[in-house]
């Protein structure tokens, strides 16, 4: 599979280029007016992508199938709903499957069900304006890959394992991330997502005290 050298896209710029998909969530301003508001609106509605679309997204293989196209819309519009500017917890949600699952791969925490909507609310707590820096998108199938960097302000708290909380500080973050999404019949069944940690808590300020964990032993 040929790999396309293409610039990295923000999500949120991702989805804007969509124009006049069909996707649950108000749409950014810097998209494409939307004649059918109604559609917008309606989280029942299927998202498709166009050819120009696709052509605008850092795609490693642009021969996609029709089925492909509408598993990619989905994903891009859980990445527009988990932006800061405009979180929409209901329709991150209703794009999994009853027993759908997130599994935070790094962290080892599972999330499910209801508690499914704590991670975008999570996020923007640590980052009020948390978005997620397309690089690299790779469609086979039911399964999407993704390079990607979370990138924001930390500005809010981080909860200690100590007890109590980290305070924002106003430092920018840029943590490497690799996401994959598995689906059927048109919702996600399970998103693996691994988090590059110790570069998201180094940007933070937060560094592990690696001298106490040695004179432990």
């Not at 499957?97 to 997130?102: A, I, K, L, Q, S």
């Not at 397309?134 to 007890?163: A, H, M």
Request: with cysteine; charged share 20%; net charge positive.
């Amino acid at each position: 599979m040929k790999l396309l050298s293409r610039k990295s896209i923000t999500a949120a710029t991702a989805i804007a280029i969509l124009g006049g998909l069909s996707i649950a969530a108000v749409p950014s301003q810097a998209a494409s007016p939307v004649h059918n508001k109604s559609a917008v609106q309606d989280s029942s509605a299927a998202p498709t992508l166009t050819a120009r679309q696709l052509a605008k997204l850092p795609l490693t293989d642009r021969q996609l199938t029709k089925h492909e196209k509408a598993n990619l819309a989905i994903v891009l519009r859980d990445y527009y709903v988990a932006e800061g500017s405009h979180i929409d917890v209901p329709t991150f949600v209703n794009s999994f499957t009853r027993d759908g699952v997130f599994d935070d791969m790094v962290a080892g925490q599972a999330y499910r069900g209801k508690a499914l909507g704590s991670v975008l609310p999570y996020m923007k707590g640590l980052f009020s304006d948390v978005h997620r820096d397309l690089k690299r998108i790779t469609v086979n199938g039911d399964t999407i890959s993704i390079e990607l960097s979370i990138q924001g302000t930390f500005d809010g708290q981080l909860p200690s394992p100590t007890g109590g909380f980290v305070q924002g500080n106003g430092r920018k973050v840029d943590a490497p991330t690799a996401d994959f999404w598995y689906l059927k019949n048109g919702k996600v069944t399970t998103f693996n997502c691994f988090v590059g940690y110790s570069k998201m808590y180094s940007d933070m300020g937060v560094n592990f005290d690696w001298a106490s964990a040695v004179n432990k032993h």
